[in-house]
């Protein structure tokens, strides 16, 4: 039996972009994908905490503090856009390395031309930070290198402002020579979240230095963080499917002669239904026809009224240039359908009872 030719483009691209989203869902933190094995550090809301901060490879070619790839570098710094989308999603504003973000040019849109505060806010970025650390004598973790996300209000000020204090310490993430930081958090709320905020951070010596081959256990955090493209990005903003399947033409089917099957699975047939009784016509039932004139209709607050010229013999009736009596509340024609006097005569058309 010869095959038939299958229709394309019904589900192949929406069923491909759903395996590449559950592939990646395996393995993501957020805009973070972990690397198989590595965990994240979370900070409590208050209390001390002790860190040793390790060094990782640079590969970002325009790394946020510009650091060359190849280099030894303590932090990933980046911004993140929060509540994108209908999910409201976090993600990594593309800024952050020197490229394009539809948000961002909402926004400088949008203040040139005297938006408030309000309605810029939901297109804000904030700064934050990657690191990769090992927590020292706490109970929930491992003394093994860890990552640790944090925004840059909630700590990284703070520890900027203690090594502009001292410059003794600016070794501190170094493997041999480097110190361990002690940070006290106290609790902080915006709205209804809660979270930890660095109020003191302190140096100390570390008991034992690091070896070189720590680095092999260090993520390369660059690589790490999810960063859409920009129409990636601009779909995800305006709540758009990631993915809409092609307008593709359906190659025509080879009509063949079936014998019906004897398998369970049966042709669905095809029963005629009897004709309906013929009911009483009444006023209300009788479309308009075109060549008639429409009485004049009763003022409605919700529609604008446009009034169509006179028309000749075979010209369009529709005001707007649609198809009269077609494309009625059609979506090409649904915004002029709202606002036009002769909707009622084009729908009866349309659809005459």
């Not at 094995?37 to 510009?66: C, S, W």
């Not at 915004?335 to 009622?344: F, N, P």
């Amino acid at each position: 039996m010869a095959k038939k030719n299958r229709k394309k483009g019904r589900f192949s691209a929406e069923v491909g972009a759903d395996v590449k989203r559950q592939k990646m869902r395996g393995s993501a933190y957020g805009y973070l994908n972990l690397p198989k094995g590595v965990n994240m550090f979370k900070e409590p809301l208050e209390g001390d905490i002790r860190l040793d901060f390790l060094p990782y490879e640079v590969t970002n070619p325009n790394h946020a503090d510009q650091k060359a790839p190849g280099k030894l570098w303590y932090k990933a710094p980046f911004r993140i856009h929060r509540g994108v989308g209908p999910a409201e999603d976090s993600v990594v504003c593309p800024v952050s390395f020197g490229k394009r973000c539809p948000i961002c040019e909402m926004r400088t849109k949008r203040l040139k031309e005297g938006a408030d505060k309000e309605e810029l806010r939901p297109m804000n970025s904030s700064p934050r930070n990657l690191y990769c650390v090992v927590p020292l004598g706490e109970k929930e973790y491992e003394e093994k290198p860890y990552l640790w996300d944090i925004s840059a209000f909630c700590f990284q000020d703070e520890l900027t402002d203690e090594l502009d204090q001292d410059e003794a310490n600016w070794n501190f993430p170094d493997l041999e020579d480097g110190l361990t930081v002690a940070i006290r958090l106290v609790k902080k709320s915006f709205d209804t979240t809660k979270f930890g905020f660095t109020k003191r951070v302190s140096f100390e010596e570390r008991d034992e230095a690091y070896e070189d081959s720590i680095l092999d256990e260090v993520p390369k955090l660059d690589d790490l963080l999810t960063v859409l493209s920009y129409e990636e990005l601009e779909r995800k903003w305006m709540g758009v499917d990631e993915v809409e399947a092609p307008q593709e033409e359906e190659e025509e089917e080879e009509v063949e002669q079936v014998p019906e099957p004897t398998t369970r699975r049966r042709k669905k047939t095809v029963v005629p239904e009897p004709e309906e009784e013929a009911r009483p016509v009444e006023d209300d039932d009788v479309p308009f026809d075109e060549d008639e004139e429409e009485p004049e209709p009763e003022p409605k607050p919700t529609r604008r009224k446009r009034t169509a010229p006179a028309k000749e013999e075979g010209e369009n009736l529709c005001p707007y240039g649609h198809k009269y009596g077609v494309d009625t509340d059609e979506p090409v024609a649904a915004l002029d359908c709202s606002t036009c006097d002769a909707w009622d005569k084009c729908i009866d058309i349309k659809n005459p009872i």
